[in-house]
């Protein structure tokens, strides 16, 4: 199979398919109205039935348990029929710049020399090399909400007006550095450690940061009750408020670490969520080295209609509101990757999807993929929380990252 296609033994029953799942036109006007009861076909032997079987069964579990927290949370706040009525509202001028396709009417260009702080992180408690140093990066977010609307409501969250981001890096760099942005509610550096291999990556000679998406961690609402609920529970505006911000701000922290440090290349991956703030930065900085996303959600309000019984409560409040499920999407539209083409080259683009995800399924990642002109992919065997067969998948990014000159050549032994 050519390298720039899917470059694993997993594949589509669908890839020789002439027609492209993503639609011409405004995408969330003509994608199917039945997405979201969707899914993507793979052909599989038996072993691999078995497998991604079992850690799709998990993954319901996992949905069934994020559906409930988020729906409980977030529907009285920002989806109940009250507050989509007054999304719709807003939803003319964010609609507006969706359409045009001009991604720089939403996505604006931040400031040149924002003061980043740099404070050493002995504490980080696994990954300290000695030939490394740990490092706490800060700064003081200048983002400004693109509608007049959401500034009050928005900026009233102190806590997120403060960008984080944890970084290690070689003491004779600088290096190539891989940014990495975790997934909903998952900003733990642990985990993250663990599931972006970061510390395989520095030993191949880059240097390796994770960033704190907006409203998680550190950045949440006061009296939140999990991290991360800031980003859905203020509505489909805040929701698109909350990605225009974590684009901006790591904007500025890419352009630190290029102008400040001399960081010659700078590439994102990122998983669910963060890959989805990925994909989206490869629509709007041409600066990366590449992008990388990693079972990415896509559509967010086809998603959310998947996810019960957080499903079942949106339909309900669509139906209250008048809403039809392309409204939906419309809502969201101005801050969804489809809406906009990629910056960045084909052959600076992979995706790693999971053929049993259950969280974010692999029609997002099949529905990207299309997008980018189905750039390099790779399926692996396992769902969104279990990421079987994770070494080959890491091997394949390694691959990548040596084809477009960002790891030297025999890095990977």
Known sequence: ??????????????????????????????????????????????????????????????????????????????????????????????????ESGDRSQFFHDPPAGVRVRVERGSWFPRFEPDDGVCEVLRFDSPFQPIHPNQHRPYLRHDRNRVAFARMTRHRDGPRPTIVAIHGFTAEGYLINEWFFALPWFYRMGCDIALFTLPFHGPRQTRFSPFSGHGFFAGGTSRFNEAVAQSVFDFRILLSWLQREQGVEQVGVTGLSLGGFISSMLASVEPNLAF???????????????????????????????????????????????????????????????????????????????????????HWFPGSHSIHLDRGAYLTEMARFMMGIGFLEPGSTT
């Not at 967010?300 to 957080?310: I, M, N, T, Y």
Request: hydrophobic share 45%; net charge neutral.
């Open 1 to 98: 199979m050519e390298d720039s296609a899917i470059v694993s033994r997993i594949v589509h029953e669908s890839y020789e398919r002439e027609a492209p799942l993503m639609p011409g036109g405004h995408w969330w006007e003509h994608l199917d109205d039945d997405f979201a009861r969707t899914s993507e076909k793979f052909d599989l032997a038996r072993a691999d039935r078995l497998q991604i079987g079992a850690a799709a069964a998990f993954d319901h579990v996992v949905r069934a348990i994020f559906g409930t927290m988020v729906g409980s949370m977030a529907i009285p706040f920002g989806f109940n029929p009250i507050e989509l009525r007054r999304s719709m509202k807003d939803a003319a001028l964010y609609a507006e710049m969706a």
């Open 291 to 377: 992008a990388l996303p990693n079972v990415p959600i896509i559509s967010v309000a086809d998603l959310v209609l998947e996810w019960q019984p957080l499903g079942a409560l949106m339909r309900t409040a669509l139906r209250a509101s008048g809403l039809s499920s392309a409204d939906a999407r419309r809502l969201l539209a101005v801050s969804c990757p489809l809406s906009y083409p990629p910056v960045l080259p084909r052959e600076r683009l992979m995706i790693v999807g999971g053929a049993g995800d259950r969280l974010a399924p692999p029609k997002h990642s099949r529905l990207l993929w299309d997008h980018w002109q189905r750039c390099r992919m």
